[in-house]
């Protein structure tokens, strides 16, 4: 049986400087020291916020300044980051990817985002995330503590064929770090972070940006609502607005209750569904 995993959820309001971020980060993370919190999740951008289409997204590297000082934190609370998204040079391209933070380990890119936020609001500016970005390629399950965990970004929330596959290899946790729209968070974040957790019958946490993003460069908003949903789909934890870290602990138990009261693993159906001509 597995043990229960302490998280922290992580809502940060990033702009578009790298020092100024990581200074909200450790803000936050102060709060949570010396917990026995066993890993922490932080949003998508959490190091880099575009506030301005065109404006040029600054590359990191896994050897940049920033993730040196989060590993130092790592290393001293013995607690993992997952940084949900940086703007990450990898394979020789750009792309919004995941970084993750072990105890004593090097840092490793343990997701890249696989759809690409190419949408136009009525009413709204278009945005192009593919004009700048290369996507991923695939899915990603790492082990934290035990733990079968699936990655996902933001937009990739949307696209169920992704999630899954992440049900049929039995995750017991997903990760869907965001910045959502206010606009499109109002009509679809809650329901769709809760339909993936109902249909892989695991938990989903959800770690977001929020708030106003405002710089001399420019400014946007994001719909926040961190959320950690349950395997049946209950809510859990709500973080509606603002820069903030709660502490919650996953109990295996409820995810072992809900998949023996429902067995949709073996209710699965692996064969081609689709019409016959």
């Not at 575009?50 to 990191?60: A, F, H, N, T």
């Not at 130092?72 to 998204?85: A, I, R, Y």
């Not at 957790?197 to 695991?202: D, G, K, L, T, W």
């Amino acid at each position: 049986m597995l043990k229960n995993l302490k998280v922290g959820l992580l809502q940060m309001t990033s702009i578009d400087d790298v020092d100024s971020n990581l200074k909200q980060i450790f803000k936050l993370l102060q709060s949570i020291e010396n917990q026995n919190v066993d890993v922490t999740f932080l949003p998508e951008n959490c190091l880099y916020m575009r506030l301005k289409e065109g404006d040029v997204i600054p590359s990191m590297s896994l050897s940049h300044h920033s993730f040196q000082k989060l590993q130092v934190w790592v290393d001293t609370q013995n607690c993992q980051l997952h940084l949900g998204s940086v703007p990450l040079m990898h394979n020789n391209k750009l792309c919004n990817a995941t970084v993750w933070l072990r105890p004593h380990c090097e840092p490793e890119v343990s997701y890249v985002k696989v759809h690409l936020f190419d949408i136009e609001l009525e009413g709204q500016k278009p945005i192009k995330e593919s004009d700048v970005f290369s996507r991923g390629e695939r899915t990603s399950v790492i082990d934290v503590k035990g733990w079968k965990v699936g990655q996902s970004i933001c937009y990739d929330l949307r696209f169920s064929e992704l999630y899954s596959i992440y049900a049929k290899l039995g995750v017991d946790l997903i990760l869907v770090p965001a910045a959502f729209l206010v606009k499109t968070g109002e009509a679809h974040w809650e329901i769709l972070l809760r339909a993936r957790a109902i249909e892989s019958q695991c938990y989903v946490v959800a770690s977001a940006q929020s708030g106003l993003h405002a710089s001399q460069n420019g400014q946007r908003n994001t719909y926040g609502h961190s959320m950690i949903v349950g395997p049946w789909g209950e809510k859990l934890v709500e973080i509606p607005s603002g820069q903030m870290i709660q502490v919650f602990e996953l109990e295996s138990s409820r995810t072992e209750s809900v998949r023996r009261q429902i067995p949709m693993k073996n209710h699965r159906r692996s064969t081609n569904l689709e019409p016959k001509e």
